[in-house]
Every structure is written in structure tokens, then in C-alpha cells.
């Protein structure tokens, strides 16, 4: 069993910055690529960034420049820091995992979301 935990979503106001943080747990052998996708009300999920388990990364461009991803590998754990926050990343934000279990199986894992509002 694998767990993706979410956490530090808020209320910001435009022009401040949150920090979120993604948790994997469970029979977890290696992680492959993670990433974070967001989903505005009545809009499809998007990609917001992604990072591989040799560091690259790519950025949507609505956040580039504004929003870092990183990954601590010896905790499993992923981040997002956020700033300069417009009313218009205001989402659920959810954490995805691409990873092996211990048992071998490669399948692709999703938090249960975080919300992030931004307005003042």
C-alpha cells in the first residue's frame, strides 16, 4: 500500500507565497518521476511541474519563474514553493507519484489534494 499526503495549501493574499509539501509512504522500493498538477473549478487538471529522480525539471508556463519544484529522496518527499501567487493559481493542487513498490509493481500514485486559494 502507498500513501501521497498533501499538505500546506491555504489562503494567501496576491503577491505572497506557500510552501507545499508531498509525503509518499508504504512499500515503496524507488520513485521515479513526481510531480504536482493543480484543478481549477470547471477546468481539466493541468501539469504545474515535474521532477525526475535525476532532478530535471520542467514548469508550466503560467508558473515559471514564480513556483520550484524539489524532492527530498531519502524522506520520499516532494515540494512546491510558491511565490508570487496570483488569483489565478487558485486551485486543488495534487501531488503524483510514478514509483516502484517493493513488490516489484510500477503504477502511478495521487494524493488526495490540497487547496491553495489566492485573494485578498
Known amino acids: 500500500q502507498v500513501q501521497l499526503v498533501e499538505s500546506g495549501g491555504g489562503l494567501v493574499q496576491p503577491g505572497g507565497s506557500l510552501r507545499l509539501s508531498c509525503a509518499a509512504s508504504?512499500?515503496?522500493?524507488?520513485?521515479?518521476?513526481m510531480g504536482w498538477y493543480r484543478q481549477a473549478p470547471e477546468k481539466q487538471r493541468e501539469l504545474v511541474a515535474a521532477?525526475?529522480?535525476?532532478?530535471?525539471?520542467n514548469y508550466a508556463g503560467s508558473v515559471k519563474g514564480r513556483f520550484t519544484i524539489s524532492r527530498d529522496n531519502a524522506e520520499n518527499t516532494l515540494y512546491l514553493q510558491m511565490n508570487k501567487l496570483k488569483p489565478e493559481d487558485t486551485a486543488v493542487y495534487y501531488c503524483?507519484?510514478?514509483?516502484?513498490?517493493?513488490?516489484?509493481?510500477?503504477?502511478?500514485?495521487w494524493g488526495q489534494g490540497t487547496q491553495v486559494t489566492v485573494s485578498s
Open positions: 508504504g512499500s515503496i522500493f524507488s520513485i521515479n518521476r
Open positions: 521532477i525526475t529522480n535525476g532532478d530535471s525539471t
Open positions: 503524483n507519484a510514478n514509483l516502484r513498490t517493493r513488490s516489484g509493481y510500477v503504477n502511478t500514485y
